[in-house]
Nanobody, 128 residues
Framework: QVQLVESGGGSVQAGGSLRLSCGAS???????MAWFRQAPGKEREGVAT????????YYIDSVKGRFTISRDNAKNTLYLQMNSLKPEDTAMYYC??????????????????????WGQGTQVTVSS
């Protein structure tokens, strides 16, 4: 079983940047990995996904052009670079890993049900 540990969250003003990291203790190559977020009173949503074998990323529309998901295979670490942050990005951010369930475009699923390994989360707060 893979253990995932997130870090890098914090409080920033709107327009600022943060980089989240997710260190994995087990073998993750060949899996789908993703960043999800959950704001108070809202459902958990997939923000960005990446297929570790091919590196093909997926982003939800609200973060396209602002967030970048990447992975350092040598360090077994997943990243989420978040730029031009907005107050609506405020949420708990979770790293997740799961089997390679790919859509028609070769990108990984953004549904929580397709991921079976989760980190504990890191809080991101963006003030206006």
């Amino acid at each position: 079983q893979v253990q995932l540990v997130e870090s890098g969250g914090g409080s920033v003003q709107a327009g600022g940047s943060l980089r989240l990291s997710c260190g994995a203790s087990g073998y993750t190559y060949g899996r789908c990995m993703a960043w999800f977020r959950q704001a108070p009173g809202k459902e958990r949503e997939g923000v960005a996904t990446i297929y570790t074998s091919l590196g093909s990323p997926y982003y939800i529309d609200s973060v396209k052009g602002r967030f970048t998901i990447s992975r350092d295979n040598a360090k077994n670490t997943l990243y989420l670079q978040m730029n031009s942050l907005k107050p609506e990005d405020t949420a708990m951010y979770y790293c997740a890993a799961g089997p390679p369930r790919l859509g028609g475009r070769g990108t990984c699923s953004s549904f929580t049900r397709d991921y079976n390994m989760w980190g504990q989360g890191t809080q991101v707060t963006v003030s206006s």
